[in-house]
């Protein structure tokens, strides 16, 4: 499938399939082509149970229980980030987000991962399963649709 390393200096790889897919779809908006990679470089659990980047400093008594999250892997996001101003530092047509906007595609993709809304069915580490909820649609595709009405970019 031949995988495609993001940066020579991090050990991050998507396959070129994933990489067709992520710029295709992209728009030429480095916001979105950040949320294709990051979907492809963690799995839906890392997300999940991660603090995001551990910027913001939560209250020790907010009482959640459960596994210590803790920040996303420094290496990947950093990778990613670098990657993103680099590839449209060289490809000027692209919309560059700000650092900001990019923190907020990390939150994004984090709040999306514990909500189970991660997206569809996608290969990881070659088996393929589905993400999200087991049960079948019914109001869930009713959530789903309001959703999508709102989601202006």
């Known amino acids: 499938q031949g995988s495609k390393q993001l940066l020579n200096n991090y050990p991050v790889y998507i396959t070129s399939k994933q990489w067709d897919e992520a710029v295709n779809s992209s728009k030429k908006d480095g916001r979105r082509l950040l949320r294709y990679l990051i979907r492809f470089v963690f799995t839906t659990d890392e997300l999940k149970y991660s603090c995001g980047l551990g910027k913001r400093k939560r209250s020790v008594q907010s009482g959640e229980t459960g596994p210590e999250r803790r920040p996303l892997d420094p290496v990947k996001v950093t990778c990613l980030r ?60 009713v959530f789903n649709r309001g959703m999508q009405d709102r989601s202006g970019d």
């Open 82 to 141: 670098e990657f993103i101003r680099m590839h449209c530092t060289s490809n000027p047509d692209w919309w560059m987000p700000s650092e900001e906007q990019i923190n907020k595609v990390f939150s994004d993709a984090v709040g999306h991962a514990r909500q189970g809304r991660a997206v569809g069915t996608f290969l990881h580490n070659g088996n393929s399963y589905y993400e999200g909820t087991d049960h079948p649609g019914s109001q869930d595709e």
